[in-house]
T-cell receptor
Framework: KAGVTQTPRYLIKTRGQQVTLSCSPI?????VSWYQQTPGQGLQFLFE???????NKGNFPGRFSGRQFSNSRSEMNVSTLELGDSALYLC????????????FGQGTRLTVV | KNQVEQSPQSLIILEGKNCTLQ??????????LRWYKQDTGRGPVSLTI?????NTKSNGRYTATLDADTKQSSLHITASQLSDSASYIC????????????FGRGTQLTVWP
């Protein structure tokens, strides 16, 4: 059974650009959540999607957005990139909204220069 | 305030030795306490999940303990191996959805030959 797949694995962008990250959950999982991980802050919750609807949102500016498709795949978008957005972005999936056994992908390493 | 604190921040041990990592949590309501292992540049992988009624849970050479009264947990690693070098993250779960996971900043363990 394939795990959570995130693409791309690495990304380099310049300030002011925008970026889209993709996450394919484990087959049959319908809940997807996104996290930002930086050395100083650890893992911070961005948002969670279930059945194409955002169910929870962390404390991040509106430049961070996401969506979920009917096949449960999810994308995360960051607009007007800042240097501080450099981080490892992790996606996790679970079977459903009330099952919190989370399985993480390998992450996308975003570097903003 | 919901938070998870881990100690020590980093730890170096020799191969074959045992070690214990600590976690203090204030998460309410409390559903379960998790430990994850994260290799550098990879996503976290679940080691143990314990509900408030469980005192101890093992996964191979990893043994987690939970004291729900003092809100403390520990992760004991026996006969350490070089592959144990990683960050170990304690997570408090309020239940219900992935958006209710609270992550510690992790303990960076380095095992030397």
């Amino acid at each position: 059974k394939a795990g959570v797949t995130q693409t791309p694995r690495y990304l380099i962008k310049t300030r002011g650009q925008q970026v889209t990250l993709s996450c394919s959950p484990i087959s049959g999982h319908r809940s997807v959540s996104w996290y930002q991980q930086t050395p100083g802050q650890g893992l911070q919750f961005l948002f969670e999607y279930f059945s194409e609807t955002q169910r929870n949102k962390g404390n991040f500016p509106g430049r961070f957005s996401g969506r979920q498709f009917s096949n449960s795949r999810s994308e995360m978008n960051v607009s007007t990139l800042e240097l501080g957005d450099s981080a490892l972005y992790l996606c996790a999936s679970s079977r459903d909204i009330q099952n919190t056994e989370a399985f993480f992908g390998q992450g996308t390493r975003l570097t903003v220069v | 305030k919901n938070q998870v604190e881990q100690s020590p921040q980093s730890l170096i041990i020799l191969e074959g030795k045992n070690c214990t990592l600590q976690c203090n949590y204030t998460v309410s309501p409390f559903s379960n306490l998790r430990w994850y292992k994260q290799d550098t540049g990879r996503g976290p992988v679940s080691l143990t999940i314990m509900t408030f009624s469980e005192n101890t849970k093992s996964n191979g050479r990893y043994t987690a303990t939970l004291d729900a009264d003092t809100k403390q947990s520990s992760l004991h690693i026996t006969a350490s191996q070089l592959s144990d070098s990683a960050s170990y993250i304690c997570v408090g779960d309020r239940g219900s959805t992935l958006g209710r996971l609270y992550f510690g900043r992790g303990t960076q363990l380095t095992v030397w030959p």
